[in-house]
């Protein structure tokens, strides 16, 4: 059953997204965890608590997260399940579609290849600010372009195979689980001081179910693009992330490019490594590359499932 939800999840989402006018009547399932970690962070994540406490609770956070979200999904797919037979796993599916982000994240990269080709720099900036945390008012058109593929590359695993490979592997409470404790991460999961000891557990438990959807990722994004294997070897573990390296140096090797580099967070520049040994000097052609591959990564991932449903 899980490889026909999936399939049909896939398709729901490659086919129509999350609808804006749908988003604005009820929102996104996320939204609601983040509301959650939020409602814990203020009330827990207090200077007067010591480092290890903060700890011990910042782990609450992320068990209370999966014993909610986990328990819910299951409840609910076990009832939709018992209580429609046959198509109860259609229901499923459109439960577990909202999860996926293939249409949601092309439509956000691609405007930023568009602003560029115009040669509006401005409204460039304005378009990766939406997809990227890094500061973006002083990039150039190379800085931009290359934001953009790197967050096609990363945003790849996290909103794709990650979720893909949780739904096949555990159904309904195992892909709601990880988006919950994802948003934890990108919410918490940081390193300054603020958030390094409440932060730590959401940050760990991203760590541990991304490892192998990353992975999975990078040789993705390598067949894809028919290349980019000795700079997947060689530098995803460059990256400061066990993780996201992995999907950013396959896309940096299957398009010729150096991506990462010097980045500018809160005013602050972060001398992170380059990534790949081609072009530093990205542009919107680029940008239209990077989507080309990122298709075709996505094709992929159909056909996998396909496969797995017939043969199933």
């Known amino acids: 059953m899980a490889e026909h939800v999936a399939l049909v999840?896939?398709?729901?989402?490659?086919?129509?997204?999350?609808?804006?006018?749908?988003?604005?009547?009820?929102?996104?399932?996320?939204?609601?965890?983040?509301?959650?970690?939020?409602?814990?962070?203020?009330?827990?994540?207090?200077?007067?608590?010591?480092?290890?406490?903060?700890?011990?609770?910042?782990?609450?956070?992320?068990?209370l997260l999966v014993v909610a979200v986990g328990g819910g999904a299951w409840l609910v797919q076990h009832l939709l399940l018992a209580s429609l037979g046959t198509y109860g796993w259609l229901a499923?599916?459109?439960?577990?579609?909202?999860?996926?982000?293939?249409?949601?994240?092309?439509?956000?990269?691609?405007?930023?290849?568009?602003?560029?080709?115009?040669?509006?720099?401005?409204?460039?900036?304005?378009?990766?600010?939406?997809?990227?945390?890094?500061?973006?008012?002083?990039?150039?058109?190379?800085?931009?372009?290359?934001?953009?593929?790197?967050?096609?590359?990363?945003?790849?695993?996290?909103?794709?195979?990650?979720?893909?490979?949780?739904?096949?592997?555990?159904?309904?409470?195992?892909?709601?689980?990880?988006?919950?404790?994802?948003t934890a991460d990108s919410m918490i999961g940081h390193r300054e001081e603020r958030w390094r000891a409440f932060g730590w557990?959401?940050?760990?438990?991203?760590?541990?179910?991304?490892?192998?959807?990353?992975?999975?990722s990078g040789i993705l994004l390598c067949i894809a693009g028919a290349g980019g294997w000795r700079i997947l070897w060689r530098d995803a573990r460059a990256h400061a992330s066990p993780n996201a390296g992995w999907p950013e140096a396959a896309m940096a090797g299957a398009?010729?490019?150096?991506?990462?580099?010097?980045i500018a967070y809160d005013g602050a520049m972060h001398a992170k490594p380059w990534i790949g040994d081609g072009r530093a000097d990205a542009n919107a052609a680029d940008i239209r590359r990077a989507l080309r591959v990122y298709l075709h990564a996505c094709l992929l991932l159909w056909l996998i499932a396909g496969g797995v449903a017939w043969a199933l």
Request: aromatic share 8%; glycine share 8%.
């Open 92 to 182: 499923v599916a459109a439960l577990a579609w909202p999860a996926l982000a293939q249409r949601s994240l092309f439509d956000h990269v691609r405007p930023v290849a568009t602003a560029l080709s115009a040669g509006d720099l401005l409204a460039a900036r304005n378009a990766v600010a939406k997809i990227v945390g890094r500061d973006t008012a002083a990039l150039d058109e190379a800085g931009v372009a290359r934001a953009a593929i790197e967050s096609l590359a990363e945003s790849f695993c996290d909103g794709v195979v990650a979720p893909l490979f949780w739904l096949l592997l555990a159904g309904l409470p195992g892909v709601w689980i990880y988006k919950a404790v994802n």
């Open 201 to 216: 557990a959401a940050a760990r438990s991203d760590d541990v179910l991304n490892w192998v959807p990353a992975r999975l």
């Open 255 to 262: 398009l010729g490019l150096r991506l990462a580099g010097p």
């Open 9 to 63: 999840a896939l398709m729901l989402d490659a086919t129509i997204g999350w609808p804006g006018a749908l988003y604005r009547r009820i929102g996104h399932p996320v939204g609601g965890f983040a509301r959650l970690i939020h409602t814990c962070e203020t009330s827990w994540n207090r200077a007067r608590y010591g480092f290890e406490t903060r700890r011990l609770l910042g782990i609450a956070t992320v068990l």
